[in-house]
């Protein structure tokens, strides 16, 4: 996985379920001391990766995203 990935999971982690929108510009905020803009495309994409391998779930017209508990085991 991506710095980018790890930094949209570590904010689901810290944040809980939020609006896409809402994580969109926490990460954009995270990354700011990297030096890393990602666009609203760029940022779309992996949240569509990340739903597809499961790890997280996008819900409602207002695109609520939140962290699927994975039980290892």
Do not use: C, W
């Amino acid at each position: 996985m991506s710095l980018l990935t790890h930094i949209i999971l570590a904010e689901l982690l810290r944040r809980g379920a939020t609006t896409e929108r809402e994580l969109y510009e926490s990460v954009k905020k995270a990354l700011e001391p990297y030096g890393i803009d990602i666009s609203r495309s760029e940022f779309s994409k992996l949240i569509m990766t990340l739903e597809l391998r499961g790890y997280i779930r996008v819900e409602g017209a207002r695109k609520i995203v939140q962290l699927i508990s994975r039980n290892i085991g």
